[in-house]
């Protein structure tokens, strides 16, 4: 079956550092792969998505790229604000066509 | 101008209760989905629906049920309610059942169950 596997968090940075949150997935046929987001006492909102390989995804100064060959979807942002501080997530879309996440990583930016 | 709401925001009741969580959606979508979020934060799809096609995540206790009364509607059922069902419910919907599709979440619905 489809499963997604993303860095444990919780991450913790100081603001204007660089971000990387690590994702990988398996899933069989040729998945869409999605980055949500959860702000505290929030549902989750759409950050960014690819539906290809090669697809690059990317909103708010976050981008990711659909690496079918190394099967990853990592997510990254040059200079993170206190603001960003939230849980995201990593998901795909495969042919089930429903979304299977990842466990999620806190993100805390510190001023 | 709520794309999803939820009520009520908080429920809590005492074990072997049953309960219902109502969800609404206005962005004339298809399809409509309940999911479940563990303390440690794991998000896990019990259903998804739209008006031809019933999809059950066989993990799920057959004491949930969703009833859907119209395409814009989803509530969800809950029947003796047990201290694991303890955790924050999230309504979502999409504009079909494509994988190329957007989920829009509700704002959640944290049950506590004594």
């Known amino acids: 079956g489809n499963s997604v596997t993303q860095m444990e968090g919780p991450v913790t940075l100081s603001e204007e550092a660089f971000l990387t949150i690590n994702c990988t997935y398996t899933?069989?046929?040729?998945?869409?792969l999605f980055w949500y987001v959860q702000y505290p006492g929030e549902g989750l909102q759409l950050l960014l998505k690819a539906t290809k390989a090669d697809d690059k995804g990317s909103n708010k100064g976050f981008e990711a790229t659909y690496r079918k060959e190394t099967t990853s979807f990592h997510l990254e942002k040059g200079s993170v604000q206190v603001s960003d501080s939230a849980v995201y997530f990593c998901?795909?879309?495969?042919?089930?066509?429903?979304?299977?996440f990842g466990s999620g990583t806190q993100l805390t930016v510190l001023p | 101008d709520t794309a999803v709401s939820q009520t009520p925001k908080y429920l809590v009741t005492q074990m072997g209760n049953d309960k219902s969580i109502k969800c609404e959606q206005n962005?004339?979508?298809?399809?409509m989905y309940w999911y479940k979020q563990d303390s440690k934060k794991f998000l896990k799809i019990m259903f998804s629906y739209n008006n031809k096609e019933l999809i059950i995540n066989e993990t799920v206790p057959n004491r949930f049920s969703p009833k859907s009364p119209d395409k814009a509607h989803l509530n969800l059922h809950i029947n003796s309610l047990e201290l694991g069902d303890s955790a924050v419910y999230f309504c979502a919907s999409s504009l079909r059942q494509g994988n190329f599709d957007e989920q829009f979440f509700g704002p959640g619905t944290r049950l506590t169950v004594l």
């Open positions: 962005l004339g979508h298809d399809t």
């Open positions: 998901a795909l879309s495969g042919s089930a066509r429903q979304l299977t």
């Open positions: 899933a069989t046929g040729y998945p869409s």
